[in-house]
């Protein structure tokens, strides 16, 4: 029986292992359990383009304006073709959704919501479905992928080599390698690194999307879903003004409220005129009442966070990396959909869609990993994760320069920490510098404007190549 070892247990890895389990392989997922993943406390929901009126054209046309036109179309209608398998999937496994919303960049209310904590709802329910198709599950981290001359054979957990037929790497992103972030601690793209390190480049690197309404509260940081501005609420100065459609893409409403904030102002959600607010956001009320904020009567400060790495272990169509019987799912990689800027909510679709896709793909394929020489086995140190975090955040955050770019390169060379983040690091820094143009995600405050001879994908495997 072909074995698959899945690295990762979000949304894209336990559909991948539902998918995979319920085709006769013998699949294990590695992860550290479906609350600390992004996946967990996705709030919004999912995009599916199925009701009456809209259409998988309108989606694919608003995900191409989203992401600035560096969108591989291909890619993109391959995904959102597949949206109508991806619903049925989550109902044929119990899940219910029980509305739909408009998000900042959707042309139709095709955003599919539970109580915006869509996330927190169907881990569950995929977790449970994983446990009947049969999948096991080891608690863990991995640490290293076992990779030798180009083929994949495993992972290392705890210094011991665990071989798979093949592997999928579903290790969500990197936003936890900048400084504020309400994401998952655990998504430093420590895998993302190792796969650059041994051979399978990185796609997009430059282009981190950072959410604009995070709140930097008490007990950490949150989130506070765009669904609360699709429902109404309004970003304000503290002198009471507006200076931003709320509803623009996320790129456009973060540099607003950035500059706003340059300005020295503070800046506010206005949420005061949404009917039933903890009913309908009852994750955001519970922490913002945690705070002594209460959203009916006050309001609510927000600031702009790292959310999503739109960038990953670059893969083909059908999720293939560069590395033999080496698959990356979710947003662990990159292969276009994105573009430069994601748009709202596409991104649980995309974990779906991958985690079927790549399951077809691998029976396909019919990975063997032969015979075992064990792999090189490196027992690398995290180290000083923190100041990583800092620099990336001063020298590669919401708006850059060459400057402050250069500066970070520089800084870079100097902190003692695990090589595969300081590559990681470097090839976001190297690529952003590369992109001499705004697009999307990406802000130069020293060439404003999108130019056409960048639109094209970066790559890195060690140096950017654009």
Excluded at 19 to 43: C, E, H, P
Excluded at 155 to 179: H, Q, R, W
Excluded at 270 to 295: C, E, S
Aim: contains cysteine; charged residues 25%.
């Amino acid at each position: 029986m072909t074995s698959v070892g899945i690295i990762g247990s979000g949304a894209a890895g336990l559909t991948a292992a539902i998918a995979l389990a319920r085709r006769g392989f013998d699949v294990t997922v590695i992860g550290g359990g479906i609350k600390d993943t992004n996946s967990y406390l996705a709030q919004a929901g999912v995009a599916f383009p199925i009701l009456d009126g809209d259409s998988p054209g309108a989606h694919v046309l608003d995900t191409i304006r989203a992401g600035k036109y560096l969108n591989d179309e291909e890619v993109v209608w391959s995904v959102i073709s597949k949206a109508s398998e991806a619903h049925e999937f989550l109902l044929s496994i119990g899940l219910e959704f029980e509305t739909n919303e408009t998000e900042g960049g959707h042309s139709f209310h095709r955003v599919f919501t539970i109580r915006n904590e869509t996330g927190k709802h169907m881990m569950k329910v995929l977790y449970m479905a994983a446990r009947e198709a049969g999948v096991n599950f080891v608690d863990g981290t991995a640490e290293e992928l076992a990779v030798r001359e180009g083929k994949s054979y495993g992972v290392f957990l705890n210094g011991e080599l665990l071989t798979f037929d093949a592997t999928v790497i579903a290790t969500g992103g990197f936003a936890s390698l900048f400084k504020y972030t309400a994401g998952s601690s655990l998504n430093l793209g420590t895998l993302i690194g190792d796969a650059i390190m041994k051979g399978a480049p990185a796609r997009d690197l430059e282009f981190v999307q950072f959410h604009p309404t995070g709140y930097i509260g008490k007990n950490g940081v949150f989130l506070v879903s765009e669904a609360v501005r699709g429902a109404g609420a309004k970003l304000v100065t503290e002198d009471g003004e507006r200076f931003v459609n709320e509803l623009s893409t996320r790129d456009i409403v973060a540099r607003a409220i950035y500059r706003q904030m340059k300005a020295g102002k503070r800046v506010f959600l206005d949420a005061t005129g949404i009917d039933d607010f903890k009913r309908r956001f009852p994750q955001i009320y519970a922490f913002l009442r945690k705070d002594g904020i209460d959203p009916a009567k006050d309001l609510i400060p927000v600031s702009p966070i790292a959310h999503y790495t739109i960038g990953g272990v670059a893969v083909d169509l059908w999720y293939r990396t560069a590395i033999r019987n080496l698959y990356a799912v979710g947003e662990a990689m990159s292969n276009g959909f994105h573009g430069a800027n994601r748009l709202a909510s596409n991104s649980l679709l995309e974990c779906l869609v991958s985690g079927l896709e790549v399951a077809r793909t691998i029976a396909r394929d019919g990975p063997r990993r032969g015979e075992v020489r064990e792999p090189a086995y490196h027992g690398y140190d995290a180290g000083d994760v923190d100041s990583l975090r800092e620099l990336l955040w001063n020298h590669a955050g919401i708006v850059r320069s060459a400057k402050t770019l250069k500066g970070g390169l520089r800084e870079l060379e100097g902190i003692e920490a695990d090589p595969r983040l300081k590559l990681l690091a470097r090839g976001v820094l190297e690529c952003a510098l590369a992109r001499e143009e705004s697009r999307g995600a990406h802000y130069r405050e020293d060439f404003p404007v999108m130019r056409k001879g960048f639109e094209r994908p970066s790559f890195f495997d060690g140096r950017c190549r654009l």
